[in-house]
T-cell receptor, first 112, second 117 residues
């Protein structure tokens, strides 16, 4: 069993839809939870991070962490074609500057 | 935002030769850089942690004699794939850690696509 599980998709939605992306994990020592966006043939870029359990909102993006269930989510409201990318969850026992464990990534396609 | 560059962006080499990939933090100093490997439609797998002025720490299963890492300055780390074989063909991505006194963040380079023929 992988340490971080993520549905690979692809997930195809119409423009304007609400997108829900999820990861589960097994290591209870993870404290920081990150979501990265990766366009094809590019390096990942950090979208959001959350420390411990709770919610965090940034514009159209909302990240949720439920440590009791070892489950994290990223919601994208009013999705745009420019949101089409692969979304990677990542976790670390320390902060994001330390070793990251990535999920496999979910490929999202937002159709106009 | 912080910028990390990689050079080259893609390289094709023959089996048995060596290839060097450079990772530079352009607008900040990075005492720690990381090297990842990504196969098609798969996630990033950490290969090694590179610390300026000291030996790299390799993850289990990564051959340190095959993947030579040198972090000679606070803005440059290099990965040399020695005696490359076709199975080394992959997307190699580096990241540089920016220390911010609280939430330290890794900034990723654009990646280097290596094809070994």
């Amino acid at each position: 069993q992988k340490e971080v599980e993520q549905d690979p998709g692809p997930l195809s939605v119409p423009e304007g839809a609400i997108v829900s992306l999820n990861c589960t994990y097994s290591n209870s020592a993870f404290q920081y939870f990150m979501w990265y966006r990766q366009y094809s043939r590019k390096g990942p870029e950090l979208l959001m991070y959350t420390y411990s359990s709770g919610n965090k909102e940034d514009g159209r993006f909302t990240a949720q962490v439920d440590k009791s269930s070892k489950y994290i989510s990223l919601f994208i409201r009013d999705s745009q074609p420019s949101d089409s990318a692969t979304y990677l969850c990542a976790m670390s026992e320390g902060n994001a500057g330390n070793m990251l464990t990535f999920g496999g990534g979910t490929r999202l396609m937002v159709k106009p | 935002g912080a910028v990390v560059s990689q050079h080259p962006s893609r390289v094709i080499c023959k089996s048995g030769t060596s290839v060097k990939i450079e990772c530079r933090s352009l607008d900040f100093q990075a005492t720690t850089m990381f090297w990842y490997r990504q196969f098609p439609k798969q996630s990033l797998m950490l290969m090694a942690t590179s610390n300026e002025g000291s030996k790299a720490t390799y993850e289990q299963g990564v051959e340190k004699d095959k993947f030579l890492i040198n972090h000679a300055s606070l803005t440059l780390s290099t990965l040399t794939v020695t005696s490359a074989h076709p199975e080394d063909s992959s997307f190699y991505i580096c990241s540089a850690r920016r220390d911010r006194g609280g939430f330290d963040e890794q900034y990723f380079g654009p990646g280097t696509r290596l094809t070994v023929t």
